[in-house]
């Protein structure tokens, strides 16, 4: 396998222009074990701020995810939209620094029918691109697949919703695959 598409990662998207985060996590197989991609996505502007791959939903992997999404947006949100997995209430608290009180504005728990619908609706696309190989062989190729899947979805794809591409939405430069991956460090998910 070409090591260079694990080094591709997502990039820093600085300003995000929306105060409005989603996160969730969807079940995927790898070697027919079962894992977790947890996603952070930007409500406004539809770029994934944010992904990473656990064995389990642990609060480490809530706060690990969550953590690298502030890091490329850089900024925190005013809301965060998740399902009721407990683990996300402690690493929001956590990684935002959000007392109680702003904590119980700022954190809303929504089903996938709802408020976090548009997420949902990202993690059945994901379902929909892995179901004809049902699983991965390797780590490492889960984690290019995804490399290059949420490159793709973030520079490439035009989301009919906002018109263009989430990168232009967001006002970010036009990254090439080659500029991703001899110009970024690795994103270590």
Request: net charge positive; hydrophobic share 40%; glycine share 6%.
């Amino acid at each position: 396998m070409d090591t260079k598409m694990l080094k591709l990662h997502t990039p820093n998207i600085q300003p995000v222009s929306s105060k409005v985060w989603h996160a969730d996590e969807t079940y995927i197989k790898i070697k027919g074990r079962e894992f977790w991609l947890w996603i952070v996505y930007c409500h406004e502007t539809r770029v994934v701020l944010a992904w990473h791959i656990s064995k389990k939903r642990l609060f480490k992997d809530a706060k690990a995810v969550l953590r690298k999404a502030k890091n490329n947006a850089g900024m925190r949100p005013e809301k965060i939209i998740t399902d009721g997995l407990s683990q996300y209430q402690t690493a929001i608290k956590k990684v935002f620094g959000w007392w109680w009180n702003i904590y119980k504005k700022s954190h809303i728990i929504d089903s996938g029918i709802g408020k976090n619908a548009i997420l949902e609706r990202l993690n059945r696309e994901v379902k929909r691109r892995i179901k004809w190989f049902g699983t991965f062989q390797v780590l490492d190729g889960t984690k290019a697949f995804f490399n290059m899947f949420f490159y793709y979805h973030n520079f490439q794809k035009i989301n009919r919703t906002i018109g263009c591409t989430p990168n232009k939405r967001a006002c970010v430069k036009d990254l090439t695959l080659v500029e991703l991956l001899y110009n970024f460090p690795t994103q270590g998910s």
